[in-house]
């Protein structure tokens, strides 16, 4: 039996005021502080810990929905790129599946092996490699955890 319009946005409204009180409610509101920046940490904190965990539950998620059958990793039986239609569909949840086109990687040592054995000299090797690479800017991950004085 599937769900209403009205059903549909009072679950959709439900779980929405649920997750969005959290840090108001007594056990999950920032304790007293005098600190201006407090508020600030403790909602980074919290959003943090929350994205974590939300993480946690979709992956886990998925583990159940491929054991199950009702969705499949990508490296069984991939569909053609540019499919994007509805994959699945249940009494109240359709999945959707996008097929994107999959990144391109050069592996260069494999890339100058192969040159060097049909005769690219090693030092024209190592100045294209030189003149193709680009470096990106280093990841900064910051990982905000609460602090306990005992």
Known sequence: MGLTVSQKNKITDAVNVA???IGDTPL????????????VLWEYWLSYHL???????LEA?????EKSGV?????H?????????????????AVWLQVKSGARRVNIDA???YLKSHGVNASLLIEAVALAT????????????LLARD
Do not use: L, W
């Not at 999950?28 to 508020?39: F, H």
């Not at 994205?51 to 539950?57: D, G, P, V």
């Not at 998620?61 to 929905?65: D, F, I, P, S």
């Open 51 to 57: 994205n974590a965990m939300a993480r946690a539950r």
């Open 134 to 145: 680009n470096t990106s800017r280093p990841a900064h991950e910051f990982r905000p955890s």
């Open 111 to 113: 890339m100058c092996d």
């Open 28 to 39: 999950t509101k920032m304790p007293d502080s005098d600190d201006n920046s407090a508020p």
């Open 71 to 75: 969705i499949f990793g990508r490296d």
């Open 19 to 21: 997750f969005n009180r």
């Open 61 to 65: 998620a998925k583990v159940v929905a």
């Open 77 to 93: 039986d991939p569909f053609p790129v540019g499919y994007n239609d509805t994959f699945c569909t249940g009494d109240q949840v």
